[in-house]
Each structure stands twice: as structure tokens, then as C-alpha cells.
């Protein structure tokens, strides 16, 4: 079972830009899923999250009020929504899918990744 995300690229500062997520095979989280980032030089970072069973949603500090998460459960699918990109946002950005309860915000609950997608805010 594979996650596959997309829509990374290229972006002036100030823009927006929208990744989505989606399983290659069956759907498969019931839990949770979130997006992560690494920047390069630096370790991974949540950035948001959503728990299913309520549409509870989490960010960091450094993305709220910029970035909102949205999803399909049925479908196990993700999209993050980034608005007023700036440079320091420039990472790699993975989705991920939760395999039980837990924070969202705490990487060992996810074992499911997908490959990553670049995204560079550059003028």
C-alpha cells in the first residue's frame, strides 16, 4: 500500500499553492492523516493533521492561519491548501496515514508514507 502525493513546484513568495494526497491501492486509514515537511539541513516537522472520527484538525505554529488541511476519509485522501507561502516553507512535503489514536503530530503513529513532493517558495 503506497501514498502517493502531488502538486509541488515551484512558487514565488506570497503565493498559494494546493498538495493532495492518494492511496495507490486500497483505502486504508481510519484513524488519521497529516502532512509532514523537511527542509533540507533539517529533520522532519509536522505541519497538519486531521483525526477522522471527529474532523479534528492540528497545525503548526509556523503554518496557521496559512495552511489548511482537508481530507476524504472514504477515500483516504488529503489536501493541504498553503496560502502566503514564504521562502522558509521551501521542503520536501509527505503525507502520511495514521495506524491508530494518537497525536497527530507524533511521527511513529504513521507508518504509512508516501514519497514526498518539493516545494520551493523562491523569488
Known amino acids: 500500500v503506497q501514498l502517493q502525493a502531488y502538486g509541488g513546484g515551484l512558487v514565488q513568495p506570497g503565493a498559494s499553492l494546493t498538495l493532495s494526497c492518494a492511496p495507490s491501492?486500497?483505502?486504508?486509514?481510519?484513524?488519521?492523516m497529516s502532512w509532514f515537511r523537511q527542509a533540507p539541513g533539517k529533520e522532519r516537522e509536522f505541519v497538519a493533521g486531521?483525526?477522522?472520527?471527529?474532523?479534528?484538525?492540528s497545525y503548526a505554529d509556523s503554518v496557521r492561519g496559512r495552511f489548511t488541511i482537508s481530507g476524504d476519509k472514504a477515500k483516504s485522501t488529503l489536501d493541504l491548501q498553503m496560502n502566503s507561502l514564504k521562502p522558509e516553507d521551501t521542503a520536501v512535503y509527505y503525507c502520511?496515514?495514521?495506524?491508530?489514536?494518537?497525536?497527530?503530530?507524533?511521527?511513529?503513529?504513521?507508518?504509512?508514507w508516501g514519497q514526498g513532493t518539493l516545494v520551493t517558495v523562491s523569488s
Open positions: 486531521i483525526r477522522w472520527s471527529d474532523g479534528m484538525t
Open positions: 491501492g486500497r483505502t486504508f486509514s481510519r484513524y488519521a
Open positions: 502520511a496515514a495514521a495506524a491508530a489514536y494518537g497525536p497527530l503530530y507524533l511521527q511513529r503513529y504513521y507508518p504509512y
